[in-house]
């Protein structure tokens, strides 16, 4: 079946430098588009969302791209801390708004 | 406002044992999911419930596993008997109402060791 998966499965970055996961899906009826942060020993957390009629959004120190034509989705995070290691999970739903999970990828900041 | 709460934080059983795992929802919250996490892999969803009813079960190993909200609010998901497979951590999830992606809110998981 069609599923949601990244690119790379970790990700080491400099404190301070700016970090880019990518995700690709394969479900072409998905509209709704969610990245999901998940630190050792807890639940996901909502990080931002996009819908499929939006290209961009951004948040705090967060931003998120959606390339429906090659069906790409990426979550940029800027000035990187410590902090934000995590594994990293975008997600995809269609009209039930209930995300369907691709396999995540794990940020590594060095201090 | 207090997070969804589940119950163990961790259990080890052996295979062919039986197994319950509990949560408590967001106060409000008449939406309730359960994930189950295999290590390496994002949470695949098992079960869905709108206040006590089912809304999707399809992914459930129904001969195995159970799951069910009584009154609405709390829920407790089962397995028996478990299989070394059934080695994952499971996570319980609520939102106000279904379609709020932005609005969903996990636990921290149980995480179960089947030897």
């Known amino acids: 079946g069609e599923s949601v998966g990244l690119h790379l499965p970790t990700l080491s970055v400099q404190e301070g430098d700016n970090s880019i996961i990518n995700c690709a899906y394969s479900?072409?009826?998905?509209?709704?588009f969610i990245w999901y942060k998940q630190e050792s020993g807890k639940g996901p957390q909502f990080i931002i969302d996009i819908r499929s009629n939006m290209d961009k959004r951004q948040g705090q120190r967060v931003t998120v791209l959606l390339n429906k034509t090659v069906k790409h989705l990426s979550l940029q995070i800027a000035a990187t801390q410590p902090g934000d290691s995590a594994v990293y999970f975008c997600?995809?739903?269609?009209?039930?708004?209930?995300?369907?999970f691709g396999r995540g990828t794990s940020l590594i900041v060095h201090p | 406002e207090a997070g969804v709460a589940q119950s163990p934080r961790y259990k080890i059983i052996e295979k062919r044992q039986s197994v319950a795992f509990w949560c408590n929802p967001i106060?409000?919250?008449?939406?309730l999911y359960w994930y189950q996490q295999i290590l390496g892999q994002g949470p695949k969803l098992l079960i869905q419930?709108?206040?006590?009813?089912?809304?999707?079960d399809s992914q459930l190993p129904k001969d195995r596993f159970s799951a069910e909200r009584l009154k609405g609010v709390d829920s407790t998901l089962k397995i028996q008997p478990a299989k070394l497979e059934d080695s994952a951590v499971y996570l319980c999830a609520s939102s106000l109402k279904i379609g709020q992606g932005y609005g969903y809110t996990f636990g921290s998981g149980t995480r179960l060791t089947v030897v």
């Open positions: 479900n072409s009826a998905s509209d709704y």
């Open positions: 419930f709108q206040n006590n009813g089912v809304v999707d």
């Open positions: 106060s409000g919250h008449a939406t």
């Open positions: 997600a995809e739903s269609g009209g039930s708004y209930i995300p369907t």
